[in-house]
């Protein structure tokens, strides 16, 4: 019984603290979220390098040896897999112009110190001689050509980390578009970000089809930094399909041309980056465009991307910690967010967003603002009409009652209510005769005799003989008596002669013989 009230003591204490907790395990992801995207946004950077040499034979045999490194690209990715899968547009890390062309104006330019612009173009000299070698090195390669030209693509990017990464790491091209605006795949190659692998950003199912729904922008305009955080702003998508060029954007209330707005960041550097829907916080598309005219590709078109490029999307621990950190941070349980912050940068210690929101969990911690102390002060005050001390004290006499109840038939006792002449008057002296055990039928019996604790009754004590086998309390069957060792069993003999009552001493309690007069332990006659 004790144990049972102990029992209903920590249901009750689990009850409470369930029902302190359950307001914040409650919440549901807020909207206009954009921190479930901005960690996997990087910068990418891509360059043509470029090897040419010059083989000048207008007079002795020269060979001119050059290197260049030629900007194709810069804008911004989105990470989709821990294992650094990234999408970002095509004409980000490839381009039209032909870096040959470009690289046989500048050797020619730098060697015959001759004007030619360091440009794309195609360029003709006064002097026959050398113009006709400078054709000679324009490309296609041909038998006669008098350059030799080698290019590689090299893409760098920059993660959003802190302390910022000035050398970020190199990646390769997995799929390039048939478009400049269509997406491009890349996956990382030559370095690993430790075991738990990179933030990622969800993605969405289907793009929001109705007109004036609200999304989000997210990129970098240079090299993230600490002064040079990612840039976001709000827009909003047109509706109906994709249409021509991608999905457009338009100001419902149309106090902001969004088009050009959304055009001049992605000069700056979003172009390719992540336009992210309001609710979920999931991306729904690629930012495309630049001047004064700004579209989205939407998710089906990446999606397909990815599929042909045989890179699955995918979220990692990172995202599962940092989620659960995010929804305690906007619900205002800062007291909560701050180890579940902890244990992303424990993961992923350069994580710039959660290392923000730790900053600000510490601060607010315990404050007027934290929903954790205003969830602990509601139900520490007692509301006036409804005094909590009366359930305190009823809840102290339940138990009380309960623990005496229990206490009470652990204390009973035979003797409590046998009044019968064999037990002799309740004041008067017991004999050993009086507290001998009565011979009964084993039928009526209880299951388990309980014995009186008096100096002088008799006990039956267990020495070195084996155990007696135990029976279950509620299975029914007969109950079991002590039997004499020469008793003669089997089938002819007669049922009284098996079950003869087994006698003790009672000064010892040692087992006695049926023809026994004295006890062989202590002495003490059997008859008194």
């Known amino acids: 019984m004790r144990r049972s009230g102990s029992a209903l003591a920590m249901v009750g204490g689990l009850c409470l603290a369930i029902a302190g907790t359950a307001p914040a395990l409650a919440h549901e992801h807020p909207s206009g979220i954009t921190d479930l995207v901005t960690p996997a946004v990087v910068r990418v950077e891509a360059t043509a390098n470029v090897d040419i040499t010059l083989l000048d034979h207008i007079g002795e045999l020269v060979h001119v040896e050059r290197s260049y490194k030629v900007p194709i690209g810069s804008g911004t990715g989105t990470v989709i897999n821990p294992e650094g899968g990234i999408v970002t547009l095509t004409r980000v890390v490839t381009t039209e112009r032909d870096m040959r062309i470009h690289a046989a104006n500048k ?9 030619i612009p360091a440009d794309f173009e ?4 006064k002097d026959d001689k050398l113009d006709h070698h400078l054709q000679e090195c324009y490309p296609p390669k041909r038998s006669t050509a008098t350059c030799i030209v080698d290019v590689t693509t090299e893409i760098t990017v920059f993660p959003n980390i802190s302390p910022a990464d000035k050398k970020g790491f190199k990646a390769e091209i997995v799929r390039a578009g048939d478009t400049p605006d269509s997406p491009a795949v890349l996956a990382p190659v030559g370095r690993a970000d430790g075991s738990a692998g990179l933030p990622t950003a969800p993605l969405a199912a289907t793009v929001p089809s109705k007109e004036g729904s609200p999304v989000a922008v997210a990129g970098f305009t240079g090299r993230p930094a600490a002064n040079l955080p990612e840039a976001v702003d709000i827009a909003h998508l ?3 399909g994709a249409g021509e060029g991608g999905r457009q954007f338009k100001d419902p209330e149309n106090k902001v041309d969004e088009p050009k707005k959304l055009g001049a960041l992605i000069d700056k550097g979003l172009l390719g980056g992540p336009v992210i829907e309001d609710k979920k916080g999931e991306v729904v598309g690629l930012l495309v465009g630049g001047g004064a005219e700004a579209r989205m590709i939407g998710i089906r078109e990446v999606t397909k991307a990815l599929a042909e490029a045989n890179v699955t999307p995918g979220r990692g621990p990172i995202d599962a910690a940092f989620e659960q950190a995010l929804t305690r941070f906007h619900t205002h349980y800062y ?3 701050v180890p579940a912050f902890q244990r992303v940068l424990d993961l992923y210690p350069g994580h710039t967003v959660a290392a923000a929101h730790l900053k600000t969990s510490q601060a607010k911690r315990g404050t007027a603002e934290d929903q954790a102390t205003k969830t602990a002060a509601a139900s520490t005050d007692t509301p006036r009409g409804a005094p909590l001390w009366p359930f305190v004290a009823g809840g102290g006499l339940l138990v009380l009652a309960v623990l005496t109840t229990a206490f009470l038939l652990w204390r009973r006792r035979p003797a409590d209510t046998d009044t019968g002449p064999e037990t002799g008057p309740a004041t008067g002296p017991r004999t050993a005769a009086d507290t001998r055990p009565p011979l009964l039928d084993p ?3 209880p299951p388990r005799q309980v014995l009186d604790d008096q100096a002088d009754s008799t006990r039956v004590v267990s020495r070195s003989f084996p155990a007696l086998p135990k029976l279950s309390s509620t299975a029914p069957g007969p109950v079991l008596v002590a039997r004499d060792p020469g008793a003669q069993t089997g089938p002819g ?3 009284a002669d098996a079950t003869v009552q087994q006698k003790y001493c009672t000064g010892c309690g040692m087992r006695l013989g049926t023809a026994h007069s004295f006890c062989g332990y ?7």
């Open 335 to 337: 007291g909560d967010a």
């Open 238 to 240: 047109r509706a109906g």
């Open 493 to 495: 003999v007669k049922p």
């Open 122 to 125: 195609r360029h003709r000299l």
């Open 522 to 528: 202590c002495g003490q006659p059997t008859k008194t």
């Open 107 to 115: 050797i020619f330019a730098e060697h015959h110190k001759v004007k």
């Open 443 to 445: 039928p009526s019996l």
